[in-house]
T-cell receptor, first 115, second 114 residues
Framework: NAGVMQNPRHLVRRRGQEARLRCSPMKGHSHVYWYRQLPEEGLKFMVYLQKENIIDESGMPKERFSAEFPKEGPSILRIQQVVRGDSAAYFC?????????????FGPGTRLTVL | AQTVTQSQPEMSVQEAETVTLSCTYDTSENNYYLFWYKQPPSRQMILVIRQEAYKQQNATENRFSVNFQKAAKSFSLKISDSQLGDTAMYFCAFMGYNNNDMRFGAGTRLTVKP
């Protein structure tokens, strides 16, 4: 059973471009979470999604950031018009969503660098 | 809002010795989960140990154990017989019983010296 997959592992964008980060949850997992890690800091929650629904986006900036988890395919975190402050590691986690305690399994992360 | 505080930005320990990493948190909830994650240079987040708040017994996983003091809202990690492979960032995290997002501390960078 493959773990959580994220791609690309490294992404370089110039200011003003768009960044698309992909996350494929573990097989059988229907819940996806996105976190951002700035240098020398802990992970900060951004958004929690179930298939086709955003459940909690309280940690996601209101502008330029969006997330989706379609019925088919990976979850996408999209950042429009990137700025240097968006440079960070973005982690995706997934959980089965079927038990009271939903352990989150983390992917390897995508390191975004904005030039 | 829940906050997680790790007051030790960096720590070091000699190989084979024991080290304790501190973590405190703030919450008004009675039921919740606490975690310690390890992040080696590969940046992969690896779950080390977890504790359910309703369990009084401290969790243990091989060389890793916790000292969970619910009243004091303290959740320290003890690593026994430290190994070079334990060198990593360690993050303490909190998750509410009815929540789905984890709150992380700022991390402690642990270096195990040969």
């Amino acid at each position: 059973n493959a773990g959580v997959m994220q791609n690309p592992r490294h992404l370089v964008r110039r200011r003003g471009q768009e960044a698309r980060l992909r996350c494929s949850p573990m097989k059988g997992h229907s819940h996806v979470y996105w976190y951002r890690q700035l240098p020398e800091e802990g992970l900060k929650f951004m958004v929690y999604l179930q298939k086709e629904n955003i459940i909690d986006e309280s940690g996601m900036p209101k502008e330029r950031f969006s997330a989706e988890f379609p019925k088919e395919g990976p979850s996408i975190l999209r950042i429009q018009q990137v700025v240097r402050g968006d440079s960070a590691a973005y982690f995706c986690a997934s959980s089965p969503g079927t038990s009271m305690y939903n352990e989150q399994f983390f992917g390897p992360g995508t390191r975004l660098t904005v030039l | 809002a829940q906050t997680v505080t790790q007051s030790q930005p960096e720590m070091s320990v000699q190989e084979a010795e024991t080290v304790t990493l501190s973590c405190t948190y703030d919450t008004s909830e009675n039921n919740y989960y606490l975690f310690w994650y390890k992040q080696p240079p590969s940046r992969q987040m690896i779950l080390v140990i977890r504790q359910e708040a309703y369990k009084q017994q401290n969790a243990t996983e091989n060389r890793f154990s916790v000292n969970f003091q619910k009243a004091a809202k303290s959740f320290s990690l003890k690593i026994s017989d430290s190994q070079l492979g334990d060198t990593a960032m360690y993050f303490c995290a909190f998750m509410g019983y009815n929540n789905n997002d984890m709150r992380f501390g700022a991390g402690t960078r642990l270096t195990v010296k040969p």
